[in-house]
């Protein structure tokens, strides 16, 4: 494993450099600010009269469309959605110098060859392990998330060079950056995302209150049971692992985590799992969400309303709202 840190970054190589930051959601917002702060000379690129073109502004940016934001950049990041970004590039690419760097935070449409960059760009890659507000409030309090750092193309023998420097401006190199490729992060993402940390936990969640339910059990103890104290467990696995979290539950729900969780988690979903990540490897995943997005999302739009209208919502909300101490 390479992983740099503060002491490999090269910050000259920006000093007074443009950076455009193309897109102003959540990583977008959080990159900008945190390389204002760092000193460097950020312009946003957004679509006039949007919301995000006027937050910007309200921001202290100065904001431009798209095409005329990229002009005269050293660093072009498309911070975008990813089923955005391949009609973004096309709109925006004739206005990029010679010479600059193309950055991503995830490398889907590079991976996948929906973008295909101009052969005098060199294209990177920096993916902070965490959401946009997590990457601001890190570097607010002296901190960093940690980030992956992948050069698809050097066409200026400096990629890696402007790519770390742009790590270190939004705080990441204080935390490490670790060296992978674009198939690496978008591969082990993607896999991620599905098996484990969205559709394998809500999968997970919803058997679990389905099967209390169905045994006679209340939906309010149920809920409380499988979806509100997920948040104790991933709290302590995120800050001391596996080891943390048995030292913080007691031996009868340690005893029954060895003995029951292999038999949740056996060899067939293992083997799902293994499925998911071969889809994701051979382009299958890639190729019908792209089908998906052209069609108009409509088997999106029927699953995620399904999600929505599940019982462990209604129940889940009503419960909320007498915890006056979350965010809603």
Request: hydrophobic share 40%; charged share 20%.
């Amino acid at each position: 494993m390479q992983m740099y840190s503060e002491s490999d970054v090269d910050r000259a190589c920006l000093e007074g450099r443009q950076i455009t930051i193309l897109g102003y959601g959540s990583q977008g917002r959080a990159h900008a600010l945190n390389l204002k702060d760092s000193g460097h000379n950020v312009v946003i690129g957004a679509r006039a009269g949007g919301g995000s073109f006027a937050k910007a502004g309200a921001d202290g940016f100065v904001v431009k469309e798209p095409a005329a934001a990229v002009q005269g950049a050293a660093i072009v990041a498309i911070l975008t959605p990813d089923t955005s970004q391949s009609a973004l590039y096309a709109s925006v690419v004739d206005n990029i110098d010679q010479g600059a760097a193309l950055l991503f935070a995830h490398g889907f449409n590079i991976h996948f060859k929906q973008i295909e960059p101009r052969s005098d760009l060199d294209v990177v890659l920096i993916a902070p392990k965490g959401p946009g507000d997590l990457v601001r409030r890190q570097y607010e309090e002296g901190h960093g998330v940690p980030c992956l750092v992948a050069v698809a193309q050097d066409s200026t023998g400096n990629a890696l060079k402007l790519a770390l420097a742009y790590a270190d401006g939004i705080g990441g190199a204080r935390a490490g950056v670790i060296a992978t490729t674009f198939a690496e992060e978008t591969e082990t993402d993607l896999f991620g995302e599905q098996a484990v940390l969205c559709g394998g936990a809500t999968e997970l969640i919803v058997a679990g209150y389905e099967t209390l339910v169905n045994a006679g059990y209340q939906p309010e103890v149920a809920y409380y049971e499988v979806m509100h104290e997920m948040k104790l467990i991933v709290d302590l696995l995120h800050e001391g692992g596996i080891a943390k979290m048995h030292n913080f539950i007691s031996e009868t729900a340690a005893w029954g985590d060895l003995i029951s969780g292999p038999r949740v988690i056996d060899e067939h979903a293992r083997a799902k799992m293994q499925d998911v990540l071969t889809d994701i490897q051979d382009g299958t995943f890639a190729k019908r969400w792209i089908a998906e997005n052209e069609a108009g999302q409509p088997e999106y739009k029927k699953l995620m309303q399904a999600d929505l209208d599940h019982p462990i919502e209604k129940v889940g909300a009503k419960l909320r709202a007498q915890m006056d101490w979350l965010e809603n």
